[in-house]
């Protein structure tokens, strides 16, 4: 009976790379894979920045696979001007016709398939004329005389300048055109995933019955905090590598309405939202603009100084102090015996469900507004210990830290 053939090493090699490629996905919470899905749901382009390594393409491979989406991966810096803009193609007649510009055969595929995930990588390592040609396709979704269909989404990665090959700052145009979220690596998912198990990226579940309530309140936060912070409508970064991330302008605000909509629609969660908002307008915007969203979910001062007694104050002590700080100046605005009354009742509540410290500032600004005729209500001796004691603490504090410097 002859002896049956070796089977060649390069078959079992390909068994045992098989092998190692099986892997699964699992449910499991992440911020950052959150708002990248959002960002993909609401057709808006994305940069990923994160070190050589974090994980960037591996996120983007696994995420169009979860979405049945076909991934097509264009590295920007390998390409000229002409490989986005369109590669001029004469015809029979062309000063009759024109000259017309041929895309690129992988945009032909995308606009054949009507759907699918564009990825543009290593976009720090692309020179400014390419950069340039980029405008156009990020902006207009326009290749050549190609426009690809509303079924693809355009997702790109960068690497900081520091660790980037001939890496170029990204012009202020094209930066101004993507939600930048930074990319780093879990620990924990790392090691799960090195295990076999990787995180599952979904798209959001959008609660069709609060579609109007997100944009009425996305347009709210956004235009109220503009109304009265005319400055950051537009404020184009000092310098180049600032330029080159998220900074505020009427494209970004935009964006910006789009992504508080499609947050509040899915029930994103606040660090979730912040990570968007701040990947569009910039750090110093996006943070005013979470605040000023906090303090539209603040209760009416008017409807606590109409019965005190059944007030519900704002766990989270900014809130609750911003909260306070409304109902003195509601007593300050209109001043009168029993609002004022009722403004001690309510820091009253405060100081005896265990934040003192937060009654501080608005007890001192009440106190200023007492009329020579009004008397001092009781509600104060409760208010003044919990006052004193955290006055003192504060002092303390204080001591300590002036101790601890002057040894050092």
Not at 89 to 115: F, H
Request: proline share 9%; glycine share 6%.
């Amino acid at each position: 009976m002859p002896l049956a053939a070796p089977t060649p090493q390069l078959d079992v090699a390909a068994d045992l790379l098989e092998l190692l490629s099986a892997t699964t996905t699992e449910p499991r919470p992440d911020d950052r894979l959150a708002a990248l899905t959002l960002t993909v749901a609401a057709d808006l382009p994305v940069l990923l920045w994160g070190e050589p390594g974090i994980g960037k393409t591996a996120a983007l491979t696994q995420l169009a696979d979860t979405l049945g989406l076909p991934l097509t991966t264009v590295i920007a810096s390998v390409h000229e001007p002409s490989d986005f803009a369109g590669l001029p193609v004469l015809g029979d007649d062309p000063a009759v016709q024109g000259v017309p510009m041929a895309p690129p055969d992988w945009a032909v595929r995308l606009v054949r398939s009507g759907r699918g995930l564009l990825f543009l990588d290593e976009l720090s390592t692309a020179p400014p004329a390419v950069q340039a040609a980029l405008l156009r396709l990020v902006l207009e979704r326009r290749i050549g005389t190609l426009r690809l269909p509303p079924g693809v989404r355009i997702v790109a990665a960068a690497n900081p300048r520091s660790s980037a090959a001939d890496g170029w700052e990204l012009s202020p145009p094209l930066a101004n055109r993507f939600v930048h979220l930074p990319w780093q690596h879990d620990h924990e998912v790392v090691v799960r995933g090195l295990g076999g198990t990787w995180p599952r990226a979904v798209l959001p579940e959008l609660d069709p019955t609060r579609l109007s309530e997100a944009v009425a309140l996305a347009r709210r936060a956004v235009c109220e905090l503009l109304a009265v912070r005319p400055a950051l409508v537009h404020r184009l970064p000092g310098n180049d590598a600032q330029r080159g991330g998220a900074w505020p302008s009427p494209r970004s605000w935009e964006m910006t309405v789009r992504l508080i909509a499609f947050a509040t629609a899915a029930g994103a969660s606040r660090e979730v939202l912040a990570l968007l908002v701040r990947g569009t307008v910039g750090d110093g915007p996006g943070l005013e603009l979470m605040a000023a969203m906090d303090r539209m979910d603040l209760p009416d001062p008017e409807a606590l100084l109409a019965d005190p007694a059944a007030a519900v104050l704002p766990e989270r002590g900014d809130l609750r102090q911003a909260t306070l700080e409304g109902v003195v100046d509601a007593v300050r605005r209109r001043p009168d015996r029993a609002r004022w009354d009722a403004a001690w009742a309510l820091l009253a509540r405060a100081v005896e469900s265990g934040a003192p410290d937060v009654a501080v500032v608005p007890a001192t600004t009440l106190a200023a507004l007492r009329q020579a005729d009004w008397e001092v209500p009781a509600t104060i001796d409760r208010l003044a210990g919990a006052v004193a004691l955290s006055r003192r603490a504060d002092r303390a504090v204080a001591r300590v830290a002036a101790a601890d410097g002057a040894r050092r």
